[in-house]
């Protein structure tokens, strides 16, 4: 039988966060919310020059809980999906509706995001446990409320992706 409530965890690395974070504290605590309710917990990390795997840049935040039955998938690009393990890893397990999470918000979380619906995979976005960093044309509080944004409205016929808060997923979560 697969896990009713899974989570994904994209990128949340140490390399990641030397480029200061909006919100890293709480993001942390709420994902950590997310990680003790959850039955099954998917880690997305990224490698490349400077997150080499087994590096102290490719770990997980030390604050960051990690469950014994946790999975762990290493991407090269900003989608999970792309040439990674992580459908095998999902079907393997019967997984087709999960909750995401992480950094960067404007890159590896919308990608994954947006790649998963059109695949079919049914997922709601922890709303407020995603962060990014300030960029030239917006701020990351601004990118943040956008692409919540833009994901409520996304376009996916036959699908659908919710944005909900941490709290609010958690009560759902108590009734499964």
Same mark, same amino acid.
């Given at each position: 039988?697969?896990? =009713?409530?899974?989570?994904?965890?994209?990128?949340?690395?140490?390399?990641?966060?030397?480029?200061?974070?909006?919100?890293?504290?709480? *993001?942390? +605590?709420?994902?950590?919310?997310?990680?003790?309710?959850?039955?099954?917990?998917? +880690?997305?990390?990224?490698?490349?020059?400077?997150?080499?795997?087994? =590096?102290?840049?490719?770990?997980?935040?030390?604050?960051?809980?990690?469950?014994?039955?946790?999975?762990?998938?290493?991407?090269?690009? *900003?989608?999970?999906?792309?040439?990674?393990?992580?459908?095998?890893?999902?079907?393997?397990?019967?997984?087709?509706?999960?909750?995401? *999470?992480?950094?960067?918000?404007?890159? *590896?979380?919308?990608?994954?995001?947006?790649?998963?619906?059109?695949?079919?995979?049914?997922?709601?976005?922890?709303?407020?446990?995603?962060?990014?960093?300030?960029?030239?044309?917006?701020?990351?509080?601004?990118?943040?409320?956008?692409?919540?944004?833009?994901?409520?409205?996304?376009?996916?016929?036959?699908?659908?992706?919710?944005?909900?808060?941490?709290?609010?997923?958690?009560?759902?979560?108590?009734?499964?």
């Amino acid at each position: 039988m697969p896990a =009713s409530r899974v989570l994904m965890v994209i990128d949340m690395q140490n390399g990641v966060f030397e480029t200061s974070r909006l919100d890293r504290e709480r *993001c942390t +605590f709420r994902i950590n919310q997310l990680i003790h309710a959850a039955d099954q917990v998917i +880690f997305i990390q990224h490698t490349e020059e400077g997150l080499e795997p087994e =590096s102290r840049a490719f770990d997980l935040l030390p604050e960051l809980t990690r469950p014994a039955n946790a999975l762990y998938v290493t991407k090269t690009a *900003c989608d999970a999906f792309y040439r990674t393990t992580l459908e095998d890893v999902l079907q393997s397990r019967g997984i087709h509706e999960f909750v995401v *999470c992480g950094c960067a918000t404007d890159y *590896c979380v919308d990608t994954t995001i947006k790649n998963g619906a059109s695949k079919g995979y049914v997922m709601t976005v922890a709303g407020d446990a995603h962060t990014t960093a300030n960029r030239p044309a917006a701020d990351a509080k601004v990118l943040i409320a956008h692409y919540n944004d833009v994901w409520r409205s996304l376009t996916i016929p036959g699908n659908r992706l919710d944005v909900k808060e941490t709290a609010e997923i958690l009560a759902a979560w108590t009734t499964i």
